[in-house]
């Protein structure tokens, strides 16, 4: 049962343009919600995350939008460059202290940036 | 954000031997830590949550007597993976949550191989 959804395997986008990775969740209990970036043989390196409360976060070149309704939350990366290339994931988590840091991630899209 | 130390970052032993990983939090304190398990071109699977003074928790389907979980201070988690066979070859990965917040923090992984 895969509680976070990631549909698109890869995106390849052109240096200077929008990159926008989508992630779909079922489990309504999620409150928090996270992206990471990867590289392999690498450990995950956090991104950006927002909280349920709110529908839209923003640092830099990065945002997160959440629409609970529909389950659905997206990383916009404007303008994309070619080392924002790697595979990005979007995790998920639920309210309670002991849920806190448990992650349950989807399975990662492979972004290409091309100069 | 919050610095978390994994060692070793790669290792080959051999069928029927131990392996220890160990994870550490560099820059904060963490009553929780997290072992997930990579597979190649798939999501990060939760195995474990650590928890500090207290035996783990393990997720469904993963075998506690086989992944030794140790918490034993505040900064260090160690994952024993138990007479090794050429299947738990993987990526691991820890995480520990800084208290004040709901960000995970990655450790740099470690590539088994059991040969």
């Known amino acids: 049962d895969q509680q976070v959804k990631q549909n698109s395997p890869s995106l390849s986008v052109q240096e200077g343009r929008i990159s926008i990775l989508n992630c779909d969740y079922t489990?309504?209990?999620?409150?928090?919600f996270l992206w990471y970036k990867k590289y392999p043989a690498e450990g995950p390196t956090f991104l950006i995350s927002?909280?349920?409360?709110?529908d839209k976060n923003e640092d830099g070149r990065f945002t997160v939008f959440l629409n609970k309704s529909a389950k659905h939350l997206s990383l916009h990366i404007v303008p994309s460059q070619p080392g924002d290339s790697a595979v990005y994931f979007c995790?998920?988590?639920?309210?309670?202290?002991?849920?806190?840091?448990?992650?349950?991630f989807g399975q990662g899209t492979i972004l290409t940036v091309h100069p | 954000g919050a610095v978390v130390s994994q060692h070793p970052s790669r290792v080959i032993c051999k069928s029927g031997t131990s392996v220890k990983i160990e994870c550490r939090s560099l820059d904060f304190q963490a009553t929780t830590m997290f072992w997930y398990r990579q597979f190649p071109k798939q999501s990060l699977m939760l195995m474990a949550t650590s928890n500090e003074g207290s035996k783990a928790t393990y997720e469904q389907g993963v075998e506690k007597d086989k992944f030794l979980i140790n918490h034993a201070s505040l900064t260090l988690s160690t994952l024993t993976v138990t007479s090794a066979h050429p299947e738990d070859s993987s990526f691991y990965i820890c995480?520990?949550?800084?208290?004040?917040?709901?960000?995970?923090?990655f450790g740099q992984g470690t590539r088994l191989t059991v040969v």
């Open positions: 995790a998920a988590s639920g309210a309670g202290g002991t849920s806190y840091g448990k992650l349950t």
């Open positions: 927002i909280s349920s409360i709110k």
């Open positions: 995480s520990a949550r800084d208290l004040l917040g709901r960000e995970a923090f």
């Open positions: 489990n309504s209990m999620f409150d928090y």
